[in-house]
């Protein structure tokens, strides 16, 4: 045996040991971070989970003409100016007689959703025949009430509720008045101060108009500057320049893009405030550094030889961009978009300063609406002084998440999907 | 080439100005409030009830008092918003400010109140603090324990070396930042409250306002006070994991989570609705909102939505209002204030 064989050979263990050590490193990272994404996860969906569901209460309730004072229930008009909470009042009166105390009654109409009156309306709309008559309904409860019947029994006493008033509720939950279902008003409402009639409506389709904007705005720009600088720019010190510059934007913290935006769009230009055709605008200001410097690595792995080729066979330098660089490049731009977009999408703190953090209760129909964003939506709950709204705080983050998760799917997908390997 | 970067530039400068352009002419039809974080979950309300009438709902940002002025000041004009809340009074050169910028005529309307509690977990024993004790334990400088009129850096670590009546905790207090109006209120009425109990103390006052206000405003950096963000749950939700800990936010977050939290009484008094109202509880302040009389009649809605809010249904004593936290004011400076503010009575100057 040489002597080096015999160093090798005694090395040999130790090399293999440091190794696995280092694989171990690796390993134990990862452990850490999807550890960390675990206890995310598990925090807010174990708090938001509820959020998915709310609770009705039945009554039986009298449609009244006298009480409501309706004497024709197609009448639109009529059915606007009707008296239903009087008719709610009066069925929560019989379904719990002996509560004559004014402050006692007070607390037995806040069982029952301010929001109540106006399913009740909708109803009555759809059936005009109701009118009249007796019906057993399932009105949306209040969210204290909610909240009570979604916390486990041991855990009951502390609610906030009187103890007639957790009574009450005990008694309906005992004789099946009482029903979860599922929160369809999530979805489609704005935001309320009543947190069992609020929604991420007007947020979902504020972040929509808001991203239309941006890509409409932050797509073409970025790519065409890519390409200019890519492929007809010259390498010289100016367009270094650029490229430090563009470099150093991408690195901007988010909230400068809100000031510059505060100070050109709103104070220059004299857009409104609030509106997702200026959120986009100032979003677009922060996407484009991410969308031109992917969109040139895509630029940069089209392989020299396919540019030569069009060029030899006679094609001008614009053919060779429009019908070679770019269809070849188009997947990885597509996938830097994607990506710069769902940034954006979870993007907070430029839209403070530009008025986005607002209370929105009407869905915005357009880009000039006043509207807020998703997260905006998130932050503002997580303020609010109602237990429910904690839940509701986490079920929104859920539904981002599930917005990003797509959103960074896809993109992976694309890249799979259309990449080409040389 | 460098031509054509120039064109590719001034492309898109038109591009971002044409689409700009439009926008200016379009003439608004909500009506668009800005101001407090404190009174925003009331104003919010009223909008709401508002928009549920058949108007469109008013936007309501949530800018804090000051930025909330400073952007209510600025001018007159659809681009500049109607109304802006407020948790503490318009000062003087805010008032200067508005008339600078042509905002002549400001109508100003005190909605309410709102008290400051000072709370721990309920699982925690509950304490009764002076507003002496306050500034003793959160102070910056505090006087010397031993005796003498000199200052020296907060020395006190647990609530008996403080008051011999208290328990025998650490002294661990989460609050809200200096950007908060709720940490301008407690420095003022709470911290500053204690510190004037010391007579030498309150004599500097007239010597060197400034250093009175150093000494009284200021609160301790070593790590006693925690600042816990401007998010007043999370304050609720720290304390309930530990029940050593007491909190400072609003009455309203007091109010959506008893079973959880207790507060403390202050000179004996509970913050209570009526104590907070009468005024015997300590520390407590008004809410104020002021609106911009040149776009009543502009903007469609403002005189409604101001006639919902000094409706009694939403500001009385059974209004809805109260549901959310707020504190009435007393019955005859609720007609007072109604009339005032329907009547859209413009603000002198002088009343700051």
């Not at chain 1, 971070?33 to 807010?44: S, V, Y």
């Not at chain 1, 790519?223 to 390498?235: D, K, M, Q, T």
């Not at chain 1, 998703?374 to 539904?399: C, G, H, K």
């Not at chain 2, 790590?223 to 609720?236: P, S, T």
């Amino acid at each position: 045996m040489s002597e080096t064989t015999a160093k090798v050979r005694k090395s040999l263990a130790r090399r293999y040991r440091q190794e696995k050590r280092f694989q171990a490193y690796g390993i134990l990272s990862i452990g850490v971070g999807l550890l960390a994404l675990l206890i995310l996860f598990t925090d807010i969906i174990g708090k938001g989970h509820s959020a998915f569901f709310e609770h009705y209460i039945q009554l039986e309730i009298s449609l009244d003409r006298d009480v409501l004072g309706v004497d024709d229930a197609s009448d639109d008009e009529q059915l606007n100016y009707a008296n239903f909470g009087g008719v709610i009042k009066e069925a929560l009166r019989e379904r719990f007689p002996g509560v004559d105390d004014r402050q006692q009654q007070r607390q037995l109409y806040a069982l029952v959703s301010s929001g109540a009156s106006y399913n009740l309306r909708d109803e009555l709309k759809a059936d005009p025949s109701l009118l009249g008559g007796t019906r057993n309904l399932w009105l949306l409860a209040d969210d204290d009430v909610d909240l009570y019947l979604k916390t486990p029994e041991k855990k009951r006493p502390e609610a906030r509720l009187g103890d007639q008033q957790k009574q009450w509720i005990e008694d309906l939950e005992a004789a099946g008045d009482t029903e979860k279902r599922f929160n369809a008003s999530f979805f489609s409402h704005g935001d309320s101060r009543e947190p069992e009639l609020a929604g991420i409506g007007s947020a979902i389709v504020g972040s929509f108009f808001t991203m239309i904007v941006t890509l409409c705005l932050s797509f073409p720009i970025g790519v065409a500057a890519a390409i200019y600088l890519e492929e007809f720019a010259p390498r010289n010190k100016f367009t270094d320049f650029i490229e430090v510059n563009i470099n150093n934007l991408a690195a901007v913290p988010s909230i400068i893009f809100g000031l510059l935006g505060l100070a050109i769009f709103i104070n220059l230009f004299g857009l409104p405030r609030s509106v997702p055709l200026l959120g986009g605008l100032v979003l677009t200001l922060m996407t484009l550094p991410t969308i031109i410097i992917t969109s040139r690595a895509a630029i940069k792995t089209v392989p020299p030889s396919v540019r030569e080729g069009a060029l030899a066979l006679g094609a001008s330098k614009m053919q060779v961009v429009l019908h070679h660089v770019l269809p070849l490049a188009l997947p990885g731009m597509l996938t830097g978009s994607i990506i710069g977009m769902a940034q954006a999408l979870g993007e907070t703190a430029p839209l403070l300063l530009i008025g986005m953090v607002a209370f929105i209760v009407d869905i915005p129909g357009g880009p000039t609406d006043p509207a807020t964003v998703l997260p905006v939506q998130i932050y503002l709950w997580a303020d609010s002084p109602e237990q429910s709204f904690v839940a509701m705080t986490s079920a929104a983050i859920m539904v981002l998440l599930a917005f990003l998760i797509t959103m960074n799917t896809l993109a992976v997908v694309l890249r799979k999907r259309l990449e080409r390997r040389w | 080439m460098k031509f054509q970067m120039k064109a590719t530039l001034v492309g898109a400068a038109a591009a971002v100005a044409l689409a700009s352009a439009p926008a200016t002419a379009i003439a608004r039809d909500t009506i668009s409030i800005v101001g407090s974080s404190t009174v925003y979950p009331f104003a919010t309300t009223v909008a709401e009830r508002f928009g549920r009438s058949g108007n469109p709902t008013p936007k309501i940002e949530s800018t804090g008092s000051g930025g909330g002025l400073k952007l209510f000041c600025q001018g007159i004009g659809t681009e500049n918003p109607d109304i802006t809340n407020a948790s503490r009074r318009m000062k003087a050169s805010e008032f200067e400010m508005c008339q600078k910028n042509g905002v002549k005529e400001i109508t100003e309307v005190v909605v309410g109140y709102d008290g400051i509690v000072i709370a721990n977990s309920v699982e925690g024993e509950k304490v009764d603090l002076s507003k002496r004790d306050i500034f003793l334990a959160l102070g910056k400088e505090v006087p010397d324990p031993k005796g003498g009129e000199k200052l020296v850096p907060n020395p006190y670590k647990t609530w008996n070396e403080v008051n011999s009546d208290l328990p025998n905790t650490k002294i661990e207090v989460l609050g809200p930042p200096p950007t908060s109006g709720t940490r301008d209120a407690f420095n003022e009425l709470a911290i500053e409250g204690g510190c004037k109990t010391f007579d030498w103390i309150a004599a500097i006052k007239k010597e060197d306002k400034s250093k009175y206000k150093s000494i009284c405003r200021s609160i301790r950096e070593d790590g006693a006070y925690v600042e816990a963000g401007e998010n007043d749950n999370l304050i609720v939700q720290k304390l309930g994991s530990n029940p050593q800990a007491l909190g400072v936010f609003g009455y309203s977050f007091l109010d959506q989570n008893r079973g959880k939290v207790q507060a403390a009484t202050i000179e004996g008094v509970e913050p209570q609705m009526e104590t907070i109202a009468s005024g015997d509880y300590p520390v407590s302040r008004s809410l104020f909102f002021y609106v911009k009389k040149a776009h009543v009649g502009v903007v469609p809605g403002i005189e409604g939505y101001i006639k919902e809010f000094t409706s009694e249904r939403a500001w009385g004593p059974d209004g809805y209002l109260v549901d959310k936290g707020m504190i009435p004011l007393p019955d005859d400076m609720r007609a007072k204030m109604a009339k005032q503010a329907q009547s859209l009575k413009s603000m002198t100057g002088k009343e700051l």
